[in-house]
């Protein structure tokens, strides 16, 4: 079983839409949580770290449900910008564990 | 600016012609890390460092080896390159475990082609 699932998508969406990705991890004593961008053939790029209490940094939206092993994240009216793949990424003790990624085209 | 760097960006090599892929980080971080991006399979961890002269598997060590004389420097060895290398590596390196909600930070990336 993979550490870290998520949808590979993709997801092709028109600017203005609200879209949500999701992502289960399989270890309940998992600390740190992140959400990565990134943009073809370059590196990833931290885009949030996912908080208990969920936090919000302007459109995007992260949500972590430790009792489900869940973690989300949500982009509000989309820009043609925000086309990436947007990898889940789980911290236990020094290692990452980095989902396959979620892509994402937001289209015109 | 704080950075990691990896060197070269692209390399096309012959099988069996030993490489070097360098990494090196200015933050001070005690971990440091390689991987391998390829299509559909996502990143995998070849090797990782907790700090100097500690180093360990990860998942898809077969091939490769790695050094850490020095806390920033962490090059990637492949001794005999072979056609099935061929991908996208990315050096990373991050605060040990116990310093609170440290992100991985990552290198530019080395897009190694070998024939």
């Known amino acids: 079983r993979k550490e870290v699932e998520q949808d590979p998508g993709p997801f092709n969406v028109p600017e203005g839409a609200t879209v949500a990705f999701n992502c289960t991890y399989s270890n309940s004593a998992s600390q740190s949580f992140f959400w990565y961008r990134q943009d073809c053939r370059k590196e990833p790029k931290l885009l949030m770290s996912?908080?208990?209490s969920g936090n919000e940094d302007g459109r995007f939206t992260a949500q972590l449900n430790r009792a489900s092993q869940y973690i989300s994240l949500l982009i509000r009216d989309s820009k043609l910008s925000d086309s990436a793949t947007y990898l889940c990424?789980?911290?236990?003790?020094?290692?990452?564990?980095f989902g396959t990624g979620t892509s994402l085209t937001v289209i015109p | 600016e704080a950075q990691v760097t990896q060197n070269p960006r692209y390399l096309i090599t012959v099988t069996g012609k030993k490489l070097t892929v360098t990494c090196s980080q200015n933050?001070?971080?005690?971990?440091m890390s390689w991987y391998r991006q390829d299509p559909g399979l996502g990143l995998r961890q070849i090797y990782y460092?907790?700090?100097?002269?500690?180093?360990d598997k990860g998942d898809v060590p077969e091939g490769y080896k790695v050094s850490r004389k020095e806390k920033r420097n962490f090059p990637l060895i492949l001794e005999s390159p072979s056609p099935n290398q061929t991908s996208l590596y990315f050096c990373a390196s991050s605060l040990g475990a116990g310093k609170g909600y440290t992100e991985a930070f990552f290198g530019q990336g080395t897009r190694l082609t070998v024939v």
């Open positions: 460092s907790m700090n100097v002269e500690v180093t």
């Open positions: 933050m001070n971080h005690e971990y």
């Open positions: 990424v789980v911290k236990d003790g020094n290692q990452f564990y």
């Open positions: 996912v908080y208990s």
